[in-house]
């Protein structure tokens, strides 16, 4: 899903997209028994992303990961950064991988609310679980990661009270 609803998705949404195509059998949740952590499904997206001109986090370690400055202090130095899994800077666009706590760890919230105060992020990809599967007092429950994160994206770009500054793409998986 693309937003806002009355805009044309930017061209190099279908680009972003087939990667997840592409690696669909690998990191799908509706057919996957458990689905793959966010770092995981980075990690077998990642040289495709690159190629496509992304720089994308690489680890852990504070040198592998991507940062958007938020504010700039003394010097133009950034004085807040905040994470993010991937960004292209020609495209003005970042990219989030949500897996297990997408939606119940509230993720969704945080990724919409620091893409609001990035620097240079015209476009936010928010890719999220299709289905995620856990155990809850002996009973399996499946929550519904995507259509939860859309519902949220109508309510946010389908209300009259607000306009967020950036476009955003929801990307089950």
Known sequence: MSYPQTEPP???VEKI??????HLDAIGTIELKKGLSSDAVLALLRNDLLLLGFVAEAGKRAAEKIARPVFFGENGVP???YEIDAFHSEWRCGLEIEAGRAWMGN???RDLIQALVMVEVDTLVLAVPNTYRYVTKEKNVISKDYENTVSIANALYGHS?????????VIGY
């Open 107 to 109: 993720a969704v919230y």
């Open 79 to 81: 004085s807040l950064r």
């Open 161 to 169: 009270r607000m306009r967020l500054p950036y476009n955003l793409v």
């Open 17 to 22: 997209v087939s990667v997840f195509r592409q």
């Open 10 to 12: 930017a061209p190099f």
